[in-house]
């Protein structure tokens, strides 16, 4: 069942239903809410927890999880701000349901801000799969990602996220200890049942 208790982000949660598996922060893009991904979730690893806020920024009445200046430039001391929030919230929601560090799941926005708080908050999170990320922050501080995982998915023929900016976050994210896994689809923006199988093989295995 999936409940909602007063914490600082609206949100939803379910909790596991099998224990061995690890909580998913679940994290929407442009315009999307708290239900978006709940069924992707399921489907990458129905046994888990699952928590997924709704983005507080909103950009013409579309919940995001930070400002942006434009289509891929964003507002960087908002995405500090927004990714500390966020991690606030997860240490939170760890407190009040008993959960373990959660892996993200985040698409598009949601991938961004995940990635953000990967580099500014790392040890909110166990690692993430992000898909269709883009660097969130030009130049984060240094930040000790050893040992979490990290899954990219970027599509080939992506007209919001460039190629050589979805190479540069994995770089950056390697650079950084993550063990990084980055493929890129035949594919664009949106998500496919190539991700969602990816994803699911890529928890698996976690
Ligand atoms: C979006 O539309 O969400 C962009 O692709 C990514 C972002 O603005 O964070």
Same mark, same amino acid.
């Given at each position: ?14 909790? $596991? ?6 909580? #998913? &922060? ?15 979730? *399921?489907?990458?690893?129905? $046994? ?10 909103? %950009? ?8 942006? #200046? ?5 507002? %960087? ?7 500390? %929030? ?5 240490? %939170? ?14 698409? +598009? ?11 500014? *908050? ?6 993430? /799969? &992000? ?13 000790? &990602? ?7 998915? +970027?599509?080939? +023929? ?14 950056? &994210? ?24 990816? /994803? ?7």
């Amino acid at each position: 069942m999936t409940t909602t208790t007063e914490l600082s982000f609206l949100h939803r949660f379910k909790p $596991a239903t099998e224990p061995g598996h690890p909580p #998913l &922060l679940l994290l929407h893009g442009t315009g999307g809410n708290e239900d978006d991904l709940l069924h992707l979730g *399921r489907m990458i690893s129905p $046994a888990s927890a699952q928590l997924s806020p709704r983005g507080k920024v909103l %950009e013409g009445g579309m919940p995001r999880f930070f400002r942006r #200046l434009a289509e891929g430039v964003f507002d %960087e001391e908002d995405v500090r701000r927004r990714a500390n %929030e966020l991690a606030d919230f997860v240490d %939170e929601a760890r407190a009040a349901y008993d959960l373990a560090a959660p892996i993200a799941v985040g698409f +598009s926005n949601g991938a961004n801000i995940a990635a953000a708080i990967l580099l500014l *908050r790392p040890e909110a999170l166990a690692g993430a /799969a &992000l898909l269709r990320a883009m660097v969130p922050l030009q130049d984060p501080p240094a930040a000790d &990602l050893s040992g979490k995982p990290a899954l990219m998915l +970027s599509g080939a +023929s992506d007209p919001i996220v460039p190629a050589e900016n979805a190479k540069r976050l994995a770089a950056m &994210l390697k650079a950084a200890g993550a063990t990084v896994e980055h493929r890129v689809l035949p594919t664009g923006h949106g998500l496919s049942q190539t991700d969602v199988a990816l /994803a699911k093989t890529w928890i698996d295995q976690l």
